[in-house]
């Protein structure tokens, strides 16, 4: 027998004993990830896997701004949080270094979103014209 027919044979194996048998099922699901694994004690409870890393939407495109006005675009970044600024800098990948995130100043991250949006705002302008 062939390494690809016995690795089909298994495969064929547990998924029928996956239809089967529905502790076996939360099994395979939970050691692949699939589903997060319920908490003991507890059946059938719906529980809504984290997702690890994520940070919510940017309140607002800061390059959008930058285009119309510098000054606009740093008034309304003096106005959120340290949260909010962060939720930009991730959205919008301003963080190359993987440094910005772990500021703690706000005023210096309104520097780097306000450098890196200008930068931005202005790239291909030696190829526009007027």
């Known amino acids: 027998m062939t390494i690809r027919r016995t690795l089909l044979a298994i495969a064929r194996v547990v998924a029928d004993e996956a239809e089967r048998n529905e502790d076996f099922r939360e099994c395979m699901e939970k050691a692949l990830s699939l589903k997060p694994a319920r ?17 919510k939407p940017a309140v607002f495109d800061p390059v959008e701004l930058a285009r119309k006005d510098e000054d606009i675009l740093q008034s309304r970044l003096m106005t959120l949080r340290l949260d909010q600024l962060l939720d930009i800098v991730a959205q919008y990948g301003m963080d190359p270094g993987k440094l910005v995130m772990k500021w703690k100043k706000p005023g210096r991250i309104i520097d780097r979103i306000v450098e890196i949006s200008l930068s931005r705002a202005k790239k291909g302008d030696a190829f526009r014209g007027d």
């Open 39 to 55: 908490p003991a004690g507890k059946s059938n409870v719906n529980v809504v896997p984290r997702k690890g890393g994520r940070r």
